[in-house]
C-alpha cells in the first residue's frame, strides 16, 4: 500500500518578513507538510522552508488541523498568493 503524500494548506493571511520572505499563515487541510516539500499555489512553485507554530520550537512537520505559519521559497513579493488560496502539496 503506497502512502498518500498529498497535502492541503489553506491560507489564511499573507506576511512579508524582513530579511526572511514570505510566510503564509493558515491552516493544514488535509494531509501532513514537511519541511523541504513541494507544491504549488496559484500556478508558482514553492517550497516549505521553515515550519512555525505559535509556542513551539523548530517543527518539521505539521498534521491535518493545525494552524501554523510557512516561511515559502519561489516566491517573489506577498502579492504573489492571497488568502483563501490553497497550497497543493505533493
Known amino acids: ?3 498518500d503524500r498529498s497535502a492541503t ?8 518578513v524582513a530579511g526572511k ?7 493544514v487541510n488535509s494531509g501532513v507538510i514537511s519541511l523541504g516539500m513541494l ?3 496559484g500556478g508558482i512553485r514553492v517550497k516549505v522552508l521553515k515550519i512555525e507554530m505559535f509556542h513551539s520550537d523548530k517543527l518539521s512537520l505539521i ?3 493545525q494552524r501554523c505559519g510557512l516561511l515559502l521559497e519561489g516566491l517573489t513579493k506577498k502579492e504573489d498568493i492571497r488568502k483563501g488560496q490553497l497550497i497543493n502539496f505533493e
Open 63 to 65: 498534521e491535518k488541523g
Open 9 to 16: 494548506f489553506l491560507i489564511a493571511d499573507v506576511f512579508n
Open 1 to 3: 500500500m503506497a502512502l
Open 39 to 41: 507544491g504549488n499555489v
Open 21 to 27: 520572505g514570505i510566510v503564509a499563515v493558515g491552516t
